[in-house]
């Protein structure tokens, strides 16, 4: 079978490349192992233009937050589903040099992500808000367990889908041609999260394990906001049922969730919000972050048909479908890939495992 493209990984990456090509009316086959997923499948998919503790703005949240919208609000018209859902997150104050911080804030430069400012409590019933809170907009969240069914339904429809583990010894990289069982296609993309680490072709890129666990706890009441301090707590396709998150361990590959990680989880939360909860289930993950906290997106310095698509991080709800349509315009010979997030920024590395270089 000849394809235009063979993409390894569907997760939150491999899953708007796969659209972003198709879109675009190239063919391509993809391979993955859903049951291995510990990142996408368990990602709460919280997007907030705003960063917590230095008070800043997402990086380039004005260009991929909309991107994003429209991006996700386009598959949920052609898969006929819904998992994009805009929804203002809710900050408690803690003290009243952060309500004038804040206040400042809302009227500088955040003022275009701030609803609005309370100064007294807004959401009392709920959550431990004496002195107020601030309600963020253009943010909310993404149901990626939805997002990636209906993806994977659709990819399986077209014939263009195999559950299986793609063994690189098996994998046939020629000049202009990729070989993997039947399959021929023109390039590769490699949309394989954490597990890069052991891709022997892209194993040199800095893109280290960021661990991560969540509790998904039932309520009595359904949210209709999200909130946010020190947890987030973000609902699900069950209203009264929520994801609290998240840990992060830099550096941290364990496959487990943990005491101390249900311990943090349930002191944080304890301390946001009033009503009672049970603890339903708990999940770990491991993000592939990136130090400079951009994507990673090119290819290989010898085989220019071999790609990378990887390095999401932290926000992979809001960094994928801008960053898989740069690709996908890449590989089409209809774009650039931007600096900023190209692998070329890494070349030294490369260089260092003894490779010689001529990316
Ligand atoms: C606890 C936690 C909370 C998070 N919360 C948020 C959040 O609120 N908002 C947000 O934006 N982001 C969040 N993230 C980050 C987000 O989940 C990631 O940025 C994103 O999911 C990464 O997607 P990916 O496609 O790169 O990798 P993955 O989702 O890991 O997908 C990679 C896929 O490739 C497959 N694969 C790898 N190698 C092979 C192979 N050789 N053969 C076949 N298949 C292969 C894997 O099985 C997997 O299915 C969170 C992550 C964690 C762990």
Redesign the pocket.
Known sequence: MKVDSII????????CLALALAHRGKTFMV????A????????????NPIIGKGLTKTWMAETTFPFAEKFYQGIERQLGCRFYHPMPIYRPFISVEEQNEWMALSEGRLKSFIEKTYTSPAFGNFVNDPLGGILVKKSG??N?VTLMSSVVGWLKKNGQYRE?????DRLKIESGNVLYEDVEAKDII??????VKK?PFFSWVYINC?????LTIQLTNPLNVIFNRGV?L?PTANPLVCLV???YKPNDATENFTPEGEQELREKLDALIKIPYTVEDR??????AVPDRRPVLGHHPLYKNVFL??G?????????PYFATSLAARLDQAGEIPDEVNIKRFKSLYSKFGFSSNV
């Not at 490699?190 to 597990?195: P, Q, S």
């Not at 999940?283 to 592939?288: A, E, Y």
Request: hydrophobic share 35%; aromatic share 10%.
């Open positions: 390894v990984g569907q997760g939150l990456a491999g899953s391979f993955d192992e859903p291995k997923n510990h990142t996408t499948a368990v990602a709460p998919g919280l997007f969240y993404v990626t299986s583990h793609v063994d690189f490699f949309c394989d999260g954490v597990r891709n960021l661990k991560g666990e969540t987030y973000v998150g998240a840990t999940h770990w993950g491991i993000r592939p698509l990887n999401m991080g932290t926000k992979g709800v809001t960094l994928a």
